[in-house]
């Protein structure tokens, strides 16, 4: 079975555990996850952050965008995509951390991400939890840091544009379902 394939199958087994957590029924497309990553300077970042790994169809793209000497903070609460995870990338520049999002600041300490990348499935978690998250993505940054954040539903932009002073959206259409694209900087828009 090749790796797509095998990847598919454990992600919807994992949906099927736990629906409302995964929040889709397939890894994000790697157009989209492309799409995504344009959005921001994966390649000149010091620290990238990952909420919601998964099979890591974000993760490979980000470690094949990343200079040598960055890191990454990949965080997923399921300990057996965890494993999956950690089977499949061996780059000493990862660091997999079985965790809840909500949890970040305790794993990033004095450090911000340049770039934090959200594949939380916002719009299913229950909601207390969804706002304590969103509410602690703007102290994760650094001063020019973003935030990339991929949903199905443009439901949450009202949310980011209250906390962000610049969200800008785009739509990838060959994704199922099409993704809604956010980048999220703390300071005002400038151009
Ligand atoms: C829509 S899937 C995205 C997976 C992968 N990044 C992708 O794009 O294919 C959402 C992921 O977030 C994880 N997740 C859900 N709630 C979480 C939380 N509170 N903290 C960390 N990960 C969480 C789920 O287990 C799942 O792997």
Redesign the pocket.
Known sequence: MNQQLADRLR?LR?FATNPR????IL??SRLA?RDMLDMGDVPGASLVVE?????G??TGEILARMGPDARLVA????PR?VEILEERFTDPRLQVVC????NLADHLGDERADVLVC???FTS?EPK?RRR?LESLPSALGPDGVALV?QYSPLIQSELRRLFGDVRRRISPVNVPPAFLFACRRGPRVD
Do not use: C, H, K, R
């Open positions: 992600f994992a957590q995964v929040g889709a890894p994000t996850v909420l919601g790994a998964g099979t169809s974000q965080l997923e609460i399921d995509l965790d809840s999002a909500e594949a939380l499935p978690l939890l998250i991929i």
